[in-house]
C-alpha cells in the first residue's frame, strides 16, 4: 500500500501492538473467511478493523489497500462480517475478499474510528506544510486570471505549469515566475494573476501552506511532504493518551508505553523528540518574481503573442 489513510491505520495498530495477520480462504463484499486461523469463539473480533493488505494475485488490484470494521464473527463458518466504515450500511469492500488474500486484524482496544482520529489529529498539530494542488485551475484561452481555492489564499508558494498533456507520469512542470494575487473580500476565493496567457487546458500546480486535508476514505493520500514514519509515531502516543484518558488506572501498561514513546533517551531526547529532527517538514520558499539584471528575461516559450 502507498502513503493512504489505510497503510497509516495498519502502520498504527502494529506500532500500538493490536495487529494479528492471515490469508484469507474465500469472502465476499461484506465478509472475509479464513478456515485456517479464524479459531476464536463466536464475537471474538467483533468491533475489530480489518485491513486487506495483498490482493491473491498480487497484482495491487481490490480489495488490496481497503480497510472496513468487524460487524460480527461466527465461529463455526469462520467468517468475519464486514461493515462500512464511512456510510455504516453497504458493501465494507470495492471487490470481493477472496482466497488468498492476505489481511490484518487489529482488536477493538483502538477502535478503527480511533486510528483514524488519531492519524488527522496527528497531521493537524503538525502545523502549516506545503499542500499541492493540481485540479483547481487549468488554462483557459485569453486569460491571465483564475480564481484560487480558498485555502491558498493565505500562504500561496509555488506556481507551476503542465508543459506535456496526455501522460500523468510525465507533466513536465517548469515553474511560473511573476505572478501575483488580487485579494477579494474575505471568505471568498482570491485572484491568481499570470504573467502571460498560456496553451489552454494545460494544469496548474499550485503549493501553498495550510494544516492537512483532513483523510476519510481509506485512499486518501498523505501529503508527499510528511514521513509516514512520523504521522505513525506521532498518532501511537495520541492513541496511548487517549487509552489512559478512558480507561484511567485500569491499563498499568500504559504509562510504561507513553515512557517508551516519550521519556528522554540517551542526549536527553524521546524518540518523539527524534523522530521529528529526522523528519521534518520541509517548506518552500515563496516565488513571485523573477528578475535578471543588464538582459532580456526570454518569454515562456508557450507564449502565443497578440494578433496586430
Known amino acids: 500500500m ?3 489513510l489505510a497503510e497509516a491505520t495498519y502502520r498504527l495498530a502494529r506500532e500500538l501492538g493490536i495487529v494479528t495477520e492471515g490469508i484469507a480462504t474465500g469472502g465476499s463484499v461484506t465478509t472475509l473467511i479464513d478456515t485456517n486461523d479464524l479459531t476464536q469463539v463466536d464475537d471474538y473480533w467483533n468491533g475489530a478493523s480489518l485491513w486487506v ?4 494475485a498480487e497484482a495491487a488490484a481490490a480489495p488490496e489497500g ?6 460480527d464473527f461466527v465461529a463455526s463458518t469462520d467468517t468475519l462480517s464486514l461493515r462500512n466504515v464511512a456510510a455504516g450500511t453497504g458493501d465494507a469492500l470495492t471487490a470481493a475478499a477472496a482466497a488468498g488474500d492476505r489481511y490484518a486484524l487489529g482488536k477493538k482496544r483502538y477502535p478503527l474510528h480511533t486510528l483514524i482520529s488519531k492519524v488527522n489529529q496527528a497531521l493537524i498539530e503538525m502545523g502549516t506544510m506545503p499542500i499541492t494542488d493540481t485540479t483547481t485551475i487549468d488554462t483557459a484561452s485569453a486569460q491571465t486570471e483564475y480564481s484560487l481555492p ?3 489564499n493565505m500562504d500561496l508558494r509555488e506556481v507551476w505549469l503542465q508543459t506535456i498533456t496526455g ?3 510525465d507533466n513536465r512542470w517548469q515553474p511560473i515566475h511573476n505572478w501575483t494575487i488580487q485579494k477579494s473580500a474575505t471568505g471568498t476565493a482570491d485572484l491568481l494573476m499570470l504573467p ?3 496553451p489552454t487546458t494545460r494544469d496548474v500546480k499550485l503549493v501553498y501552506m495550510d494544516t492537512h486535508p483532513a483523510l476519510d476514505d481509506h485512499g486518501d493520500k498523505i501529503s508527499e511532504h510528511v514521513h509516514l514514519s512520523r504521522v505513525v509515531m506521532e498518532a501511537t502516543v495520541l492513541c496511548l493518551l487517549w ?3 478512558k480507561v484511567g488506572a485500569g491499563d498499568p501498561t500504559l504509562n510504561e508505553q507513553l515512557n517508551f514513546y516519550l521519556g528522554p533517551e540517551v542526549g536527553g531526547l524521546s524518540k518523539v523528540d527524534k523522530v521529528r529532527i529526522r523528519y521534518p517538514i520541509r517548506t518552500p520558499m515563496a516565488h513571485r518574481r523573477f528578475l535578471v539584471v543588464g538582459q532580456r528575461v526570454a518569454e515562456d516559450e508557450f507564449y502565443t503573442p497578440p494578433a496586430p
Open 243 to 245: 487509552r489512559k484518558q
Open 167 to 169: 501522460d500523468a507520469n
Open 196 to 198: 502571460m496567457q498560456y
Open 150 to 152: 480558498i485555502a491558498a
Open 2 to 4: 502507498a502513503n493512504t
Open 53 to 56: 493488505l495483498r490482493d491473491s
Open 66 to 71: 481497503e480497510f472496513a470494521i468487524v460487524s
